[in-house]
């Protein structure tokens, strides 16, 4: 029969071994800040995952969507306009990126942000020759302002369970070396 402090210890080591298990059993975040670079370089990596909203969005043809329907998956949500320079210079590298990283582990989600007409949008990405990225879009803003999103273009990338890992403030080449690097490592990690 165990005395009271052999209980104690025994519960103190079941305790610790327990909270060693649950810690190993979270997914971590691979280390990606080491490999930015170019574009890249303003890719803010937060030192903890965070929540992304739950507000709903519209899909081209007008259902309600939230970015939990992309959990499982290594997620790039790019936030834009027709009306944003930038966003056309950055379209055709989210483009290349869906071509060649998007499939069961990854996907690149645009979401078009406020007024948007949706023959405008069908002629932007047609014009830009980015057609394979998603029409989605946000015409209240309400995903936009509960994401933070503070003008355009917006990047977010999002782990597979749904938070935010990273944000890139303004246009980048994400079909770079860089961009293609981190998003490789976060898809294996």
């Known amino acids: 029969m165990l005395d009271l402090n052999g209980r104690k210890i025994r519960s103190a080591l079941l305790y610790t071994a327990l909270a060693v298990l649950a810690n190993t059993a979270q997914a971590e975040t691979p280390d990606i800040a080491a490999l930015r670079s170019g574009d890249m370089a303003?890719?803010?990596?937060?030192?903890?995952?965070?929540?992304?909203?739950?507000?709903?969005?519209?899909?081209?043809?007008?259902?309600?969507m939230t970015l939990a329907a992309f959990e499982g998956k290594i997620t790039l949500v790019n936030f834009w306009a027709t009306w944003c320079a930038p966003c056309r210079e950055e379209m055709p590298s989210l483009s290349a990126l869906q071509d060649e990283l998007g499939g069961e582990d990854f996907e690149v989600v645009t979401i078009a942000t406020g007024r948007?007409?949706?023959?405008?949008?069908?002629?932007?990405?047609?014009e830009i020759g980015a057609e394979n990225l998603p029409k989605h879009t946000d015409r209240k803003q309400q995903l936009s302002r509960a994401m933070g999103v503070l003008g355009l273009p917006i990047t977010v990338i999002l782990d597979r369970e749904g938070n935010e890992i990273a944000r890139l403030q303004g246009d980048a080449d994400w079909n770079s070396d860089s961009a293609?690097?981190?998003?490789?490592?976060?898809?294996?990690?």
């Open 42 to 64: 303003k890719l803010a990596v937060h030192a903890e995952p965070m929540a992304a909203s739950d507000v709903a969005f519209e899909t081209f043809d007008g259902q309600e």
């Open 116 to 126: 948007n007409a949706p023959a405008a949008i069908e002629r932007f990405l047609e």
């Open 180 to 189: 293609k690097a981190i998003m490789k490592a976060l898809i294996a990690g």
